[in-house]
């Protein structure tokens, strides 16, 4: 069975910065895109980031130049270094990994149980 397990959410000032991270553990044959998605408060899920399992990137508009996605494949894990952090990025964070767990079965979605952040004075 695939779990992801998210760690490193909290309680921030603004301009502040944390770094979220993921594993991925389990029954795991190979792991593609892995990816950070949020949820604020009475909003839609919405994208953070994605990264390829060649290392390729894509941001959300407003992440952009304040948001890093990274990942070490050896350790399937995926990493969310977050800069400059504002109020409105307050949300709750959720790890994503597109896997295949074993040789010849589906790719399909894995999401794990969310870490929350907090951007307050």
């Known amino acids: 069975q695939v779990r992801l397990v998210e760690s490193g959410g909290g309680l921030v000032q603004p301009g502040g910065s944390l770094r979220l991270s993921c594993a991925a553990s389990g029954s795991i044959f190979s792991v593609n895109d892995m990816g950070w998605y949020r949820q604020a408060p009475g909003k839609e899920r919405e994208l953070v980031a994605v990264i390829g399992g060649s290392g390729g990137t894509n941001y959300a508009d407003s992440m952009k130049g304040r948001f890093t996605i990274y990942r070490d494949n050896a350790k399937k894990m995926v990493y969310l270094q977050m800069n400059t952090l504002k109020p409105e990025d307050t949300a709750v964070y959720y790890c994503?990994?597109?896997?295949?767990?074993?040789?010849?079965?589906?790719?399909?979605?894995?999401w794990g149980q969310g870490t929350q952040v907090t951007v307050t004075s």
């Open positions: 994503n990994a597109r896997i295949a767990p074993y040789r010849y079965s589906v790719v399909r979605d894995y």
